[in-house]
């Protein structure tokens, strides 16, 4: 019996030595890719104070790109997700105030981390959806970061960004896709300006700046959504497969204006459709010419 419980403890002890060496190994991995340092070279972008360039950067941090959406409706920041095993994302104070990044920030810094993911201090960006942003054009990158300085100051005192047990084992397995600068193509070719009409192209252009690819897919067929919290629901298939194949150009528009579908339901808020219904209607035209064009899809194909 002393034998045995002898090479029992010596058992555990080995097993309690490895599974330390496993957390050890997953908190350095872990730590190697948050703290992996990038390079981008400056794009030249010229921000104005131009009343009418503030006002398209409003319409697009409102209502298109949706910044309001993670940062708050005046840029004041906020908790995007605080989940007790995968980690804590904060989006930082866009404004001049107490707590604010925005005095600290230069126009190349904006660009850099909206277009390629990458902080000022080289590191990547998590969540924050620059694989959407890296399509902005040069005008609508500078509108945008025009308005985002001309936003009244608004103070804040939030947390850092933490990384918790499964979230930091999720990502040492290259399972949590939260490392924004590998996600962006850094050899795009970004347009000076896009031609706002309805068109498919500008269709595609808006699905690609507001998200709807990001979070639908390429091919918009929807699935579970990378990066969002495991409570999230699923992204809807929008192709000919899909209910939307049955929809009209009026039924679209009307479900993204209401927030309702054409079979009386109401669309779950982390879409954020009450914000896209701000959109005008030349907007949602393009879109939908945009997603009639894409071809049928098994849901979850992206």
């Not at 030249?44 to 131009?50: F, G, H, L």
């Not at 190349?108 to 620059?130: E, H, T």
């Not at 040069?138 to 939030?158: E, H």
């Not at 993204?256 to 009450?274: E, H, S, V």
């Amino acid at each position: 019996m002393k034998r045995l419980m002898r090479w029992l403890g010596i058992t555990v002890g080995i097993l309690a030595v490895l599974a330390l060496l496993l957390a050890a190994g997953i908190y350095f991995r872990s730590e190697m890719i948050v703290n992996q340092t990038y390079a981008a070279s400056p794009d030249e972008i010229a921000v104005t104070t131009d009343v009418a360039v503030i006002a398209r950067g409003e319409h697009l941090a409102n209502y298109v790109s949706v910044c309001v959406d993670c940062h708050g409706a005046n840029l004041e920041g906020a908790i995007v997700v605080d989940d007790p095993a995968l980690g804590r994302i904060v989006a930082p104070n866009l404004t001049t105030g107490q707590g604010g990044v925005s005095s600290q920030l230069s126009d190349a810094d904006f660009v850099r981390v909206l277009r390629y993911g990458i902080l000022p201090n080289g590191r990547s960006a998590q969540v924050m959806p620059s694989d959407d942003y890296q399509y902005l054009s040069d005008a609508d990158l500078a509108a945008i970061i025009a308005y985002v300085r001309s936003v009244p100051p608004q103070d804040s005192n939030l947390p850092a960004n933490e990384i918790r047990p499964l979230g930091r084992t999720l990502l040492a397995l290259g399972q949590l896709p939260i490392i924004m600068a590998e996600r962006v193509n850094a050899q795009l070719e970004h347009p000076t300006t896009v031609e706002e009409s309805v068109s498919l192209d500008y269709g595609q252009y808006l699905a690609r700046i507001s998200g709807c690819v990001g979070c639908h897919g390429p091919g918009l067929s929807g699935g579970p959504i990378p990066a969002a919290p495991p409570d999230w629901p699923q992204a809807s298939n929008l192709t000919p497969s899909g209910e939307v194949g049955q929809w009209t150009e009026e039924d679209f528009i009307n479900t993204i204006r209401t927030g309702i579908n054409p079979a009386g339901k109401t669309l779950d808020q982390r879409m954020p459709w009450f914000r896209y219904r701000s959109m005008t209607d030349d907007e949602l035209k393009a879109l939908w010419l945009f997603i009639q064009s894409v071809p049928a899809k098994e849901f979850g194909n992206r």
